[in-house]
């Protein structure tokens, strides 16, 4: 495929709701309140996260951007050859702690990249040198405008206590997703939403965190172009994985033990890939319920993720875990997150803020991988 064949970015694929500051002041409202109350809420005397509360591993890694890259993937960070250190972190995708079966097998993967030049798009700390990717194993996300996010962050929030309810409280929570709790005209039902939650919560395979394919579900800008970024386990991971089956019943704490044994067996690979648009209908920018097709555009690699062979089986990898914080906007203007959703997800600064403020962590980017993890 040639560069021609791909979308270029303009202004006019992006849709923004014009009121979106003020859904953003309710949406940073909800979040911050979430983190104050999260000491209390979640038992443990600390804030938490109001997403990936739970850290299955903070690991060191080494990122190769690879030489030769075809001109129309070579955009931004992509487009000089090179390695980088960088630190990895693991998680639910919740924003609860409890057992592993409790929060299930949606699994977060955020990448922080060392060495990165250029002024980043989060306000503080804009000349940092670190550039983040934040990725699910799902291809797709819950809600595609600022309104539905603050209407079904607000249930998914309460998810135990629907489930806990048994069958009529899982027919309140289809029922309160769909409607925004009564608040929204049937013409503006959440059913693309809906069917997303849905897939997510009953198609999510249970997979080792390694022989996971993680996403960043959105649309970002990549240089001239419009695309999503993945990482996909190299073929030789299955080969010599110990846990090619995980049971998230037999014992409380699955995936962190999962992590510590194979880390400390070997080294691990992943694929750092990109998906460029080549049709705005098939591929669109501000319905990210929707799965771009890859018969429409494949994966092309980029790049190479590794992770050494390492210990993180200490108490003390779980609090440099639970320091740092991770966003879509720590990154350069060439690789901007598009669409309303993904503005909204500017919001994780000032929940980081407030978490970090509690539990009187540094707020301040780390320098490098070692800086962290000696």
């Known amino acids: 495929m040639v560069p ?7 202004p006019e694929v992006e849709t923004i709701d014009p009121d979106i500051d003020d859904q953003l002041a309710s949406i940073i409202e909800f979040w911050e309140k979430k983190g104050r109350e999260s000491p209390k809420a979640e038992g443990t005397g600390r804030a938490v996260r109001g997403a990936h509360a739970k850290s299955f591993g903070l690991v060191k890694a080494e990122v190769q951007i690879l030489h030769n890259v075809p001109p129309a993937y070579a955009q931004g960070i992509y487009a000089e050859p090179g390695q980088h250190g960088a630190l990895m972190r693991f998680s639910s995708t919740s924003g609860h702690l409890g ?3 409790q929060l299930g097998p949606g699994l977060g993967c955020a990448i922080k990249i060392f060495d990165v030049p250029g002024s980043k798009l989060v306000e503080d700390e804009p000349d ?9 194993n799902n291809t797709t996300f819950i809600a595609n405008t600022a309104r539905h996010y603050l209407l079904t962050e607000d249930v998914v929030n309460n998810l135990p206590d629907y489930l806990a309810r048994g069958k009529a409280g899982f027919k309140e929570l289809l029922a309160d997703f769909l409607t925004g709790k009564g608040s929204l005209e049937q013409s503006d039902w959440a059913w693309d939403e809906l069917f997303a939650f849905v897939r997510a919560a009953t198609q999510t395979p249970l997979r080792n965190p390694l022989l996971s394919t993680f996403s960043t579900m959105g649309a970002i800008l990549h240089g001239d172009y419009i695309g999503k970024v993945r990482i996909a386990p190299a073929p030789h991971n299955a080969s010599h994985v110990i846990h090619h089956e995980l049971d998230l019943k037999s014992r409380p704490d699955v995936f962190h033990p999962t992590l510590v044994d194979e880390l400390l067996a070997g080294s691990f690979d992943f694929d750092l890939q990109v998906q460029l648009c080549t049709d705005l209908d098939a591929m669109p920018v501000n319905d990210v319920t929707v799965e771009w097709p890859e018969d429409r555009s494949p994966f092309v690699t980029v790049g190479r993720v590794r992770i050494p062979s390492q210990d993180i089986s200490g108490p003390e990898n779980s609090e440099k875990s639970d320091a740092l914080a991770f966003n879509q906007w720590r990154v350069t203007a060439e690789h901007r997150p598009l669409g309303e959703i993904m503005q909204v997800r500017q919001i ?11 539990n009187k962590q540094p707020q301040v980017e780390p320098t490098s991988a070692d800086e962290v993890l000696p």
């Not at 021609?4 to 303009?10: G, K, L, M, P």
């Not at 940092?128 to 699910?136: G, N, Y």
């Open 348 to 358: 994780y600064t000032a929940s980081a803020k407030v978490r970090r403020t509690y």
């Open 4 to 10: 021609s064949e791909f979308i270029r970015y303009t």
């Open 99 to 101: 057992t592993d079966v």
């Open 128 to 136: 940092a040198t670190t550039f983040d990717l934040v990725l699910k």
